[in-house]
């Protein structure tokens, strides 16, 4: 994947506190992709790593599905993320 590819576009990466987040964070950022990542937790790993461009909060997925979608289809709406990868069931 050329960097050029991805200018002006952003990748969702829900910062769901585990590894695979991070790791998810690590390669897209050293590809040059830039990265968002959201999450309900105040201050998860993903939010702490260098390739994390930008933090979003979001509302949590297990107390407010409907408000976690909608913070989602809003990052969404905003015309520069490509897509949002679903790490976990709530994602999808």
């Not at 998860?44 to 909060?57: I, L, N």
């Not at 979001?58 to 809003?74: F, I, K």
Request: charged fraction near 25%; aromatic fraction near 4%; charge should be negative.
């Amino acid at each position: 994947m050329s960097e050029t590819a991805w200018t002006g576009q952003s990748v969702v990466v829900p910062a769901i506190g585990g590894p695979s987040s991070v790791s998810v964070l690590r390669s897209l950022g050293r590809s040059g992709v830039h990265t968002i990542a959201v999450s309900e937790q105040p201050d998860p790993p993903g939010f702490r790593s260098r390739y994390c461009d930008e933090a979003v909060r979001v509302p949590s997925p297990a107390d407010d599905l409907l408000g976690y979608r909608d913070a989602l289809l809003e990052l969404a709406r905003g015309g520069d993320v490509r897509t949002i990868l679903p790490l976990r069931e709530a994602d999808v």
